[in-house]
């Protein structure tokens, strides 16, 4: 079993529309939650940490943490097309304790 | 500057050349890292370092030789490559490892080419 896993897409949103993307992680230990945004040719950026069950919204970001069913998703409202790219989803803690475990990434292309 | 830099930016070397990838961050970091990532494939990580010392080697093959001689600076020395050691290589730098899971910040990345 994968340790943090994403589907790759490309997932394709209208401009103005909600985009979700998913990532579940196998460690149930795992403490903190990571989400960074790639663009192509680019490093990656981080967007949002979440450590707490529930909801942290940042702008048209929202992180949604679900520990019991280690769960971790994206929302980004309003989404532009400045906003395609690949999404990272990193966990880290529980056995890896610091190490940072990363996703494959999901591709995001949003359509004006 | 700020942030965490890289050189160089690209790189084409030959597979019996000697090259270096240059690190340096500015954030007052501790802990350092390199990543190689290939074309749709996820990051790996290949090396870690904290506090100067090496804490992971991610079963890099030895062609591969990183250097830390301080908290700020991250070499990755290479020697007789592959072609398929082509990639991004992106390092980063985070708060020192021991004390949760810190967010690490990555630099802008050197594309290798390896003919």
């Known amino acids: 079993q994968k340790e943090v896993e994403q589907n790759s897409g490309p997932l394709s949103v209208p401009e103005g529309a909600i985009a979700s993307l998913n990532c579940t992680y196998s460690?149930?230990?795992?403490?903190?939650f990571f989400w960074y945004r790639q663009y192509s040719g680019k490093s990656p950026e981080l967007i949002m940490f979440?450590?707490?069950?529930g909801d942290k919204e940042d702008g048209r970001f929202t992180a949604q943490l679900n520990k019991a069913s280690q769960y971790v998703s994206l929302l980004i409202r309003d989404s532009q097309p400045s906003d395609s790219a690949t999404y990272l989803c990193?966990?880290?803690?529980?056995?890896?304790?610091?190490?940072?475990?990363f996703g494959p990434g999901t591709s995001l292309s949003v359509i004006p | 500057e700020t942030g965490v830099t890289q050189t160089p930016r690209h790189l084409v070397m030959g597979m019996t050349n000697k090259k270096s990838l240059k690190c340096e961050q500015h954030?007052?970091?501790?802990?350092m890292y390199w990543y190689k990532q290939s074309a749709k494939k996820p990051l790996e990580l290949m090396f870690v370092y904290n506090f100067k010392e090496q804490t992971e080697n991610n079963s890099v093959p030895s062609r591969f030789s990183p250097e830390c001689p301080n908290s700020s600076h991250l070499f990755l020395h290479l020697h007789t490559l592959q072609p398929e050691d082509s990639a991004l290589y992106l390092c980063?730098?985070?708060?020192?490892?021991?004390?949760?899971?810190?967010?690490?910040?990555f630099g802008p990345g050197t594309r290798l080419l390896v003919l």
């Open positions: 954030l007052g970091h501790n802990a």
């Open positions: 990193a966990v880290s803690g529980g056995t890896s304790y610091d190490k940072v475990i």
């Open positions: 979440i450590y707490s069950n």
């Open positions: 980063a730098s985070s708060q020192p490892l021991g004390a949760g899971a810190q967010t690490q910040y």
């Open positions: 460690d149930r230990g795992s403490q903190s």
